[in-house]
């Protein structure tokens, strides 16, 4: 267990940006609060999976929705918090420790929101290593491990216990409804996991791996070389597309938000033509209608310039914009995490092939 | 025959020019005073002087980094009450909470955080808190502030609550200038509300400079309408302009390089704008400042504007060169500080004793300015090691600016544009073109005009919906004056209303176009 700098989740809030795959949501708000947390004084802790006993419990949280609400409706530490403390009166045990549901985009830093609440540590780890759209896209889920009960708190004092279901596809069926219903914006403490969970389970030291992209990108901004070409390098990624946004469709729907952008090659892309298909992250890239890279893959939209990652929501006409791929958490690329989170679990009848294969 | 008067007020200097069709036929550079004013009313004179034609311009453009340079210099701003509307939600970031220190302490009067706002799909938040706005509105009375910037979330897809609390503080608070966010910006409470509340802070000076402009351009015998540029290149009406001085923030850079391209003819280069205290590197596309991807800070603030992509270095015509030992030139430095508007004051050549950009670039034989004697006892060495240091300031700007590795045009405009050396390491060739010191009022000059609509389409595809916005954008810039042959669309956005009955799509375009020529 360490003591983690405010320096560090600046950095931690680049690289989950860029892990985020264009969803997750911008981790620009997390980190101003942390920014206020930290000036008054709270100093948040990162605990090694290992340093769990078996029957410990962990606390899974993420903030659930659109990341387009979340721009608007500014998530609260206290609420954060609200949803952890709902599960522990629900259990009648306390928590050990939280960790992040994802660690793409502001879910990699909402864990923190809470933990500072509630003092306690951080494991430094998720469950998906980048970020996803539904609660059975998880290492959990395609461990089969136990997906209820679930707490989820609004800010107006609405909450929801889903206290059972009969899989993961019904408990995201249940809890998005409820989401939606108090505006497509919810603070949840997904299933409680056991310390034993965690270290079979999770996909560990993925918080140490976004501080680290991160801080590549920023001492790559100080050097003035290629923030892209540093997060390739750290993160051993993949160019795989250069160009500008010439097109962008979006619609929101079931509270996900779906669509299409268009990518005219620029310099040694001139002349091609990329597509991106989302669902709040993005799920295909096809090259010339050529599918080119595919979920579980990492999808990565990165501004051409400053390296900095483009959400789903934040595409624009006319950005210059470079998309990489990074390479998916084993556990992902296993037939069973295909099945979980590879393109036919988006709609997309196609065969996984990874660009790193 | 087509006469238009471009104006440009920067930091330095305050440059005017007279276009007549599609040539520059005057031109006037005179130093900016602190008043503003006085130095328009002298660039006029001199313009009349030389094209007494000029009064018959059928329009006056200005452009000015006025109210940027206020926020970064953080001078005359005035205090704002900020209220934001969507409690119980974002409690923990108030607003100013992204705000350097020193510039919201400037600013802040009074923040309050009230109920309301609304859910994504049209729904209310929880009820609007009435009651607390007048309660507000009558402290904000009180504390004697004369400007208001109200922020409710979700406020660009329902503005009621933001309408609401507007017709309460205009009730209690006569008199008192109200911003609201919905008009400046989109999805994002955050840059949208600090789009709002820096409009707020500036609202003052904008109503004071744009009525002086006005006056000044009377005073000098014209009488063409006044417009102010806006940061995408085109003209705002001044009367309406004086609202929204956020608009104009990016207006002085835009006109530079959309002059440069007037000038060089070229569409696709880079631009090296070299002015008194600044230069600025930017790229041109298809004749228009590239744009900046992501946020976009002002003095530290993020906000959502569309701005070219810029960089920025403490370069000028003015910039203090210092040398601890003057004859070995040993830890000589360069900026950023400059002596400004007062250089025709302080510089070497002009009598003054500090020793400038300027005063090097005489010395080195770049320019003939002020009295060449008093910088000739300056050493070579010093001289050369100062040159050697410009041009690698320039060069690195110009290779950050690239996007790729080949070599690009460079077009060098602004008054200080003789420091920047005919060859520069990746670059093909530096085009210096006539009239390249004003570029900036010529820019101004050949602002154009935009028509935009934002409107919800209903049961529609998007791409009728798109084509039908299109069109009525396009009447609407025609209507503003524009040729309908260049028009061009330069934003198209949809968004989904997902809780309006049918398939509904809010579309917003936006086109520009060239003012068309009177017959």
């Known amino acids: 267990m360490r003591p983690v700098g405010v320096e560090e989740i600046e950095s931690l809030a680049i690289g989950a940006w860029i892990l985020g795959t264009g969803g997750g949501g911008s981790p620009y708000l997390a980190l101003l609060n942390m920014r206020q947390l930290y000036r008054q004084g709270v100093v948040c802790r990162l605990m090694d999976a290992d340093e769990l006993a078996d029957d410990d419990l962990v606390a899974v949280v993420s903030n659930m929705g659109a990341p387009l609400v979340g721009q608007e409706r500014l998530t609260d530490p206290k609420t954060m918090a609200l949803a952890v403390t709902m599960m522990e009166e629900y259990l009648g045990r306390k928590f050990r420790a939280v960790m992040s549901l994802e660690i793409g985009g502001g879910n990699s830093i909402q864990p923190f929101m809470a933990a500072a609440v509630l003092d306690l540590p951080v494991i430094d780890g998720d469950c998906m290593g980048r970020a996803f759209p539904e609660a059975q896209m998880t290492s959990f889920a395609i461990h089969d491990l136990r997906m209820y009960p679930l707490t989820l708190a609004d800010v107006r004092d609405n909450a929801v216990v889903v206290a059972r279901a009969a899989s993961w596809k019904w408990m995201e069926r249940i809890s998005r409804k409820a989401c939606v219903e108090v505006g497509s914006i919810a603070s949840t403490c997904k299933a409680p996991r056991t310390g034993k969970e965690i270290k079979d389970c999770a996909i560990l030291g993925s918080t140490t791996k976004a501080i680290g992209i991160g801080r590549a990108v920023q001492a790559a901004r100080r050097a003035h070389r290629d923030p892209i070409d540093a997060v390739l390098e750290v993160a051993a990624g993949v160019k795989i597309f250069s160009g500008k946004i010439h097109d962008i469709a979006r619609r929101t729907t079931e509270g996900f938000l779906r669509g299409t952008a268009a990518v005219e090659g620029l310099d040694d892309y001139r002349g091609h033509a990329f597509s991106l298909a989302f669902q709040n992250e993005f799920a295909v890239g096809w090259l010339d209608g050529m599918p080119r890279v595919m979920t579980p893959d990492l999808i990565c939209v990165l501004d051409t310039v400053s390296g900095d990652a483009i959400g789903t929501e934040t595409l624009r006409y006319g950005q210059r914009v470079t998309v990489i791929a990074l390479p998916a958490p084993p556990i992902l690329l296993t037939p069973k995490g295909i099945e979980h989170v590879g393109p036919r679990a988006f709609g997309y009848d196609l065969d996984f092939r990874s660009v790193f294969a | ?519």
Request: contains cysteine.
């Open chain 2, 1 to 519: 025959m087509r006469r238009r008067i471009g104006i440009d007020v920067g930091g330095t200097n305050t440059d005017a020019v007279l276009l007549e069709e599609d040539a520059v036929t005057a031109s006037v550079k005179t130093p900016t005073t602190p008043d503003v004013t006085t130095g328009i009313t002298r660039a006029l004179a001199g313009l009349v002087e030389r094209a007494p034609g000029a009064r018959e311009a059928e329009a006056a453009m200005i452009g000015t980094t006025h109210f940027t340079n206020a926020v970064v210099q953080r001078r005359d701003l005035g205090r704002v009450a900020a209220v934001r509307i969507g409690l119980p939600s974002g409690a923990s970031l108030p607003p100013f909470v992204d705000w350097p220190e020193d510039l919201a302490e400037l600013v802040r009067a009074e923040v309050v955080m009230l109920e309301g706002g609304h859910e994504f799909d049209g729904r209310p938040l929880v009820p609007f808190d009435a009651r607390g706005m007048r309660a507000a509105a009558r402290r904000i009375r009180e504390a004697r502030i004369q400007s208001v910037a109200i922020a409710a979330v979700f406020s660009p897809l329902n503005a009621a609550g933001e309408e609401e609390a507007a017709a309460i503080v205009q009730e209690e608070c006569p008199g008192v200038a109200v911003t609201l966010s919905h008009r400046l910006g989109r999805i994002g409470l955050l840059e949208r509300e600090n789009a709002a509340l820096l409009n707020a802070c500036l609202i003052e000076l904008a109503r004071k400079t744009t009525r002086a402009f006005t006056e000044a351009l009377r005073a000098s015998g014209i009488a063409a309408p006044l417009y102010l540029t806006q940061n995408d290149g085109t003209v705002m009406l001044a009367e309406v302009a004086e609202s929204y001085p956020v608009y104009s923030f990016a207006s002085g850079p835009t006109n530079s390089m959309r002059g440069a391209a007037f000038l060089s003819k070229r569409d696709e280069a880079l631009v090296v704008d070299v002015g008194g205290t600044t230069t600025d590197i930017g790229s041109l596309r298809h004749g228009f400042p590239r744009e900046a991807n992501n946020v976009v800070e002002i003095g530290g603030v993020r906000t959502l504007f569309r701005m070219p992509d810029l960089l920025s270095m403490g370069l000028g015509g003015g910039t203090r060169v210092l040398a601890p030992d003057l004859g070995t030139a040993s830890a000589l430095t360069i900026g950023p500080a400059s002596v400004g508007y007062r250089l025709t004051e302080q510089a070497l050549v002009f009598g003054g004793d500090v020793l400038t950009v300027t005063d090097v670039a005489v010395a080195a034989g770049l320019i003939d300015l002020g009295d060449r004697k008093r910088v000739a006892s300056l050493p070579a060495k010093l001289v050369e090691a100062a040159l050697t240091r410009i041009r690698a300031m320039i060069e690195e700007g110009v290779d950050r600016m690239k996007t790729d590795a080949g070599e690009a045009p460079l077009i060098a405009v602004g008054g200080g544009s003789f420091l920047v050396p005919p060859r520069l390491a990746g670059v093909s060739e530096v085009l210096n073109v006539p009239h390249q010191a004003v570029a900036n009022a010529v820019g101004a000059a050949i602002a154009q005009v935009s028509g935009e609509v934002d409107q919800i389409f209903q049961d529609l595809s998007r791409d009728e919906a798109i084509a039908r916005a299109r069109r009525a954008a396009e009447d609407k810039a025609v209507a503003a004056g524009a040729d309908r042959a260049t028009i061009n669309v330069v934003e198209v956005e949809d968004l989904p209303l997902a809780y309006l009955p049918g398939n509904s799509l809010r579309t917003r375009v936006r086109v520009v176009g060239e003012i068309a020529r009177h017959a």
